[in-house]
């Protein structure tokens, strides 16, 4: 069973960028598909951001064109690129393959954006 780790996540004023890995201990290589999802205070978790093979992406709108992800599948990693941060982007941030999820939960990493 793949384990999923998060981390990269802070405090962040808005406007600010951040970079959030996700660092799978087996390989990643057999999920066609990876993404990232987070939870904000008192709401539901949300799918996000999601790569498929060969790189094809795809948004929420909520983050369109502020989010990037990327995967390096040699390092099993899998990267969330947030710019332009705005205080709706607060949430735990965590990795996993699109629904039904492929890996059990990992902690997630806290973003926090906040002037």
């Known amino acids: 069973q793949v384990q999923l780790v998060e981390s990269g996540g802070g405090l962040v004023q808005p406007g600010g960028s951040l970079r959030l890995s996700c660092a799978a201990s087996?390989?990643?290589?057999?999920?066609?598909?990876m993404g990232w999802y987070r939870r904000p205070p008192g709401k539901q978790r949300e799918l996000v951001a999601v790569?498929?093979?060969?790189?094809?992406?795809n948004y929420a709108d909520s983050v369109k064109g502020r989010f990037t992800i990327s995967r390096d599948n040699a390092k099993n990693t899998v990267y969330l690129q947030m710019n332009s941060l705005k205080a709706e982007d607060t949430a735990v941030y965590y990795c996993?393959?699109?629904?039904?999820?492929?890996?059990?939960w990992g902690q997630g990493t806290q973003v926090t954006v906040s002037a």
């Open positions: 790569i498929r093979s060969p790189g094809i992406t």
């Open positions: 996993n393959t699109p629904p039904p999820v492929g890996a059990d």
């Open positions: 087996g390989s990643i290589f057999s999920f066609n598909a």
